[in-house]
């Protein structure tokens, strides 16, 4: 169970509200990744944070409110990046 705070507008109090919580996959602008999810009350609306959508290789930019997807890079397979000379 993950912890967090609420505060009740009419009261002004604070109370230590608990939700489940567990690993998904998330899928955002056509990129998977990973991350944390809380499981609030039915009538909660989704939401997705920040860094979930940055880990997926989306950069957020609150001042223009923006998202815009990363280029690729591609990645070099470990036999074109040893020392001449040397054999796998």
Not at 35 to 42: D, H, L, M, N
Not at 43 to 55: F, G, K
Not at 64 to 85: C, D, F, V
């Given at each position: 169970?993950?912890?967090?705070?609420?505060?009740?507008?009419?009261?002004?109090?604070?109370?230590?509200?608990?939700?489940?919580?567990?690993?998904?996959?998330?899928?955002?602008?056509?990129?998977?990744?990973?991350?944390?999810?809380?499981?609030?009350?039915?009538?909660?609306?989704?939401?997705?944070?920040?860094?979930?959508?940055?880990?997926?290789?989306?950069?957020?930019?609150?001042?223009?409110?923006?998202?815009?997807?990363?280029?690729?890079?591609?990645?070099?397979?470990?036999?074109?990046?040893?020392?001449?000379g040397q054999n796998a």
């Amino acid at each position: 169970m993950a912890g967090s705070a609420a505060k009740s507008p009419a009261a002004g109090v604070c109370r230590a509200v608990q939700y489940a919580f567990g690993l998904a996959e998330i899928e955002f602008m056509g990129e998977i990744t990973s991350g944390r999810v809380i499981f609030g009350p039915t009538a909660a609306a989704p939401s997705l944070s920040v860094t979930a959508i940055e880990s997926a290789g989306i950069p957020v930019d609150p001042a223009n409110r923006i998202l815009e997807r990363m280029p690729a890079i591609p990645l070099k397979s470990a036999a074109m990046e040893q020392p001449a000379g040397q054999n796998a």
